[in-house]
């Protein structure tokens, strides 16, 4: 057997700062990359054409470092189960190494080919890497069990001594490269393009894919927007977000860079004002990593309610309802813009993610999972964990304590886009009414007529009553 090692990148789509990888690197000069295009995630029915072009356009940046590096990154198209075994024979390598997920599909699937290799005599090697804190690293001091709550999580998270990132492939001179015929024999082959895949996406991204630049879009923001983020967070008209998080989701950078950029810009700031503003973006870090630990403990989370009445919740799931708020036809401007934003490049703000998701389950009554499914079938940052946790908590159907909670699209509106910057974006054809009209959504019937915009496809005060009335029929209350 030779000292060749293989690592298997799934979503951690760098050389920097990656756990495994640095592993694999300690333990042999000799390391090759590997991605396998998985038909049983791409040929899924909740895939995002923006999400797979960021993924491919990363995967195409990361054989870049790789070359750079000396070595390089095989790509696969085939079960993992069946590929990675096969290729780790072909080229006669010693160990497999990867980073643990904490979905559940991941966790059926590592466990599969770590079968496989062992059977084979070959070793397996993996590590946590995605997450500052690992899933079972914080739990409860009096039962030992996982946090359902995020607040005493967030506090026990945040006090707790951090990773630096780790060096990884810095000396990398000298690195195996296999002959191309032997890379072909092994099963290797050239990368796809999205369009290839059946993604096509002709839109521009949020942000350009690859390593290089998620770094370049976190430093920008440490210098840009961290210091007032507490403020400006909650504007969807405001570039006041890191823009970060198909970064994060697909790991094209290190949780470990991104930690220490923000501890960074905390000891260099100079009020209280500042460094509570950066806590608070620290805190989504944490909220981020609250649902993965939650995915990893609670699988059952990815196929329903996490509160057992809500299973029975007499939803309506109109589906003219549902396709209004897909297309962004509801009659309510906020919702509209918010859901054309999504439709247009992929990425939809965080305050509008929640009045978006609050209409869809009570002011239509469908049931949230459809949201959850659509999201996505369209962000480029979707990420089953993040998903699932924002869906239920504005179902009121997940783990937070203070269940009932509606929005009012319109008082949403005047808080968060007072002057209708953002709804005068996303729904240009409004961009003549009056903002007083546009925040409120009291659009009088000849200007919607005249801008060709549909009035409201529901009542928000009665469907609010209903939602309530069918609330407490579950709860039995
Ligand atoms: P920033 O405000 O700069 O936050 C920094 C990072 O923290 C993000 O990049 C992200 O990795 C993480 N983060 C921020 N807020 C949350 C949160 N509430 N939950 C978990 N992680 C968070 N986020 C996703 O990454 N993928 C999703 O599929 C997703 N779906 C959502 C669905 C709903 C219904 C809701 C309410 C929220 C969802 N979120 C999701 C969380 C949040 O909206 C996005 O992470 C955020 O808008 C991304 O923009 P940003 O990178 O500029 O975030
Ligand atoms: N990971 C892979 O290893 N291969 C893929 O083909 C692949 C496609 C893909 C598409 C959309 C998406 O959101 C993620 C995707 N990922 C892919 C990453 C995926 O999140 C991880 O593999 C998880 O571990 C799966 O549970």
């Not at 506090?155 to 951090?162: H, S, Y």
Request: hydrophobic share 40%; charged share 25%.
């Amino acid at each position: 057997m030779s000292d060749l090692i293989l690592f298997w990148h799934r979503r951690d789509l760098r050389i920097s700062d990656n756990m495994g990888l640095a592993a694999a690197r300690q333990q042999s000069q000799k390391v090759v990359g590997v991605f396998c295009l998985d038909p049983n995630l791409l040929e899924g029915d909740d895939i995002a054409p923006a999400r797979v072009t960021y993924m491919i356009g990363s995967l195409d940046a990361l054989q870049q470092r790789y070359a750079a590096a000396g070595s390089q990154l095989l790509i696969l198209h085939d079960r993992p189960s069946q590929a990675i075994p096969a290729l780790a024979s072909a080229l006669n390598a010693q160990a497999v190494f990867w980073n643990w997920d904490v979905e559940p599909y991941a966790k059926e699937r590592d466990e599969q080919v770590k079968l496989t290799l062992e059977a084979k005599g070959i070793a397996v090697q993996n590590s946590w890497d995605q997450l500052l804190h690992a899933p079972g690293e914080i739990l409860t001091k009096s039962a030992d069990e996982p946090y359902t709550v995020f607040t005493p999580f967030w506090k026990r998270w945040k006090d707790l001594p951090k990773a630096e990132p780790v060096e990884t492939l810095k000396d990398a001179e000298g690195l195996t490269r296999l002959e191309k015929q032997t890379a072909q024999e092994a099963g290797a082959i050239d990368l796809p393009s999205a369009k290839d895949l059946g993604y096509a996406w002709d839109n521009e991204l949020l942000i350009l894919p690859g390593e290089k630049a998620a770094e370049e879009v976190l430093e920008e923001f440490c210098d840009r927007a961290i210091n007032d983020y507490q403020e400006q967070r909650n504007f969807p008209g405001v570039d006041g977000t890191s823009k970060l998080s198909a970064a994060n989701k697909f790991g094209t950078i290190g949780i470990r860079t991104v930690w220490e950029a923000s501890v960074r810009a905390y000891n260099l700031s100079r009020s209280d004002e500042t460094c509570k503003n950066i806590q608070v973006w620290q805190q989504e870090l944490a909220w981020r990593e609250f649902y993965q630990q939650a995915m990893y403990f609670f699988p059952d989370l990815a196929n329903g309610p996490y509160r057992e009445p809500f299973q029975d919740f007499p939803w309506e799931n109109d589906q003219e309802l549902f396709l209004a708020w897909c297309e962004g036809r509801t009659g309510y401007p906020i919702v509209d813009a918010a859901m054309r934003q999504l439709n247009t490049i992929g990425w939809m703000h965080n305050r509008c993610r929640m009045i978006v998701a609050s209409f869809l389950t009570k002011d239509l009554l469908i049931n949230w999972q459809q949201g959850e499914k659509y999201f996505m079938q369209k962000l480029y940052d979707g990420d089953l964990s993040a998903n699932n946790g924002g869906w239920q908590w504005s179902a009121s159907s997940g783990m937070d304590p203070k269940p009932l909670r509606i929005f009012n699209p319109a008082s949403q509106a005047q808080k968060f886009d007072p002057e209708g910057e953002y709804i005068r974006q996303w729904l240009p054809e409004l961009s003549s009414v009056e903002t007083e009209y546009l925040v409120t959504g009291k659009i009088p019937e000849d200007e919607r007529d005249y801008c060709g915009y549909p009035a409201p496809i529901v009542d928000h005060k009665q469907q609010q009553r209903e939602f309530k009335r069918r609330y407490q029929q579950v709860r039995g209350g």
